[in-house]
């Protein structure tokens, strides 16, 4: 069993992506225009819940992996979502118990610790537990070129 707060995983360069001062989305996402050297995709104490255009949603116990993976309608399985992330994909997950190992993708930005009764805010004290079977390893990081920072 593992617990992580924030876990961050990110393509080399991509961290940088949101410091153009231009808005590329729409309402309602254009939240993500503001200061430029905040990422908003990023959850942290004091912002808001990540925009839905950021990545995936996922909540074990209010989610359905027919679902979107929205705030709203957040996918259920995060090894499932894991399983096709590529590179520069953010996940994001509740801070509740997932059952199941996980593999994390090179070059995927995997998000724990938010509360999902508040739109997926942060909360440092909602901690994201990875329950894995018996005898298996709870979280993998997969072999790729991007780079990974946990």
């Known amino acids: 069993m593992t617990t992580f707060g924030k876990v961050f995983c990110f393509a080399s360069g991509l961290a940088g992506l949101l410091v153009v001062p231009a808005c590329f989305f729409s309402p309602p996402e254009c939240e993500l225009c503001g200061d430029p050297e905040v990422d908003v ?83 440092p004290a909602a901690k994201t537990e990875i329950a894995a079977p018996a005898g298996a390893v709870a979280i993998t990081f997969a072999p790729g070129k991007a780079e990974t920072l946990v």
């Open 41 to 123: 995709c990023v959850p942290a104490v004091g912002l808001g819940p990540p925009p839905d255009a950021c990545g995936t949603f996922v909540s074990q116990s209010l989610g359905n992996d027919a679902a979107k993976g929205s705030k709203a309608d957040p996918r259920r399985s995060l090894a499932a979502v894991l399983a096709v992330a590529s590179v520069g994909a953010r996940v994001y997950a509740c801070g509740e118990r997932f059952d199941g190992a996980l593999v994390i993708p090179a070059g995927v930005s995997l998000f724990g610790a938010l509360d999902c009764a508040a739109g997926f805010r942060y909360a």
